[in-house]
């Protein structure tokens, strides 16, 4: 039987991750993009290095939840590493010769990962995150969250449109972000949320937050 996906309102599942990845593949994947060197959108970074920070992102999540025992105080000692000062540090690279379509293939991999790694821990884990210890419900919409704003960096930077689905942003919005508006656009919201857009009444944020322990 397929996993059902959270309601609006309800939790943030492994199905949610994997919708996430799987519509971010779609969009990247249909990119008629020679040059992924380009900016991703208000970043540092180019567009393939947004790619592999957030296969990364997923990568990390899915580890350091992956111990019997995770840590509850510090990251899962794996090596992480810059390819140029100012670039993403990163435990998880590319191939460049492989090009875009391998780039691709190494997010989709994470993707799995995490998604896996979410679906088969018990909801009472807890492991180490900066933002506040998580149980897989929170690294699930971490997930999540990271997948949404870096496609949308990188579709800003390739030209091309990105809109996740509403009830998507919704729930990550209700799992990590307690204090965001409820009666606004979702998705601009979420953006919002993560120092990338504006809302009415509201300026663009210069510092901001999740909270990944469960209330």
């Not at 590493?81 to 997010?107: F, I, Q, T, Y």
């Not at 990550?172 to 965001?180: C, E, H, I, K, Q």
Request: hydrophobic share 40%.
């Amino acid at each position: 039987m397929a996993e059902a996906k959270g309601s609006p309102s309800g939790p943030v599942t492994a199905a949610d991750v994997e919708q996430a990845v799987r519509l971010a593949l779609g969009t990247l994947r249909g990119a008629e993009a020679p040059d992924w060197s380009v900016k991703a959108g208000s970043l540092e970074w180019d567009c393939w290095e947004t790619i592999e920070h957030l296969a990364d992102d997923l990568f990390a999540y899915a580890v350091q939840l992956g111990p019997a025992n995770p840590p509850l105080d510090s990251d899962v000692p794996f090596v992480w590493s810059r390819n140029r000062p100012g670039g993403p540090a990163n435990a998880v690279s590319a191939d460049r010769e492989a090009g875009p379509a391998g780039l691709l293939h190494v997010l989709d991999a994470c993707g799995a990962l995490l998604t896996a790694i979410v679906r088969t821990t018990a909801p009472t884990v807890r492991a180490h995150h900066v933002f506040g210890a998580a149980d897989p419900e929170g690294f699930a919409a971490m997930g999540v969250v990271e997948t949404l704003v870096h496609t949308h960096d990188v579709a800003e930077g390739l030209g091309i449109g990105w809109t996740p689905p509403a009830d998507l942003c919704d729930r990550v919005l209700a799992r990590l972000f307690p204090d965001a508006p409820t009666d606004t656009d979702r998705w601009r919201t979420l953006l919002w949320a993560t120092g990338r857009a504006e809302l009415p009444g509201r300026p663009r944020l210069t510092k901001w937050r999740w909270y990944g322990t469960p209330r």
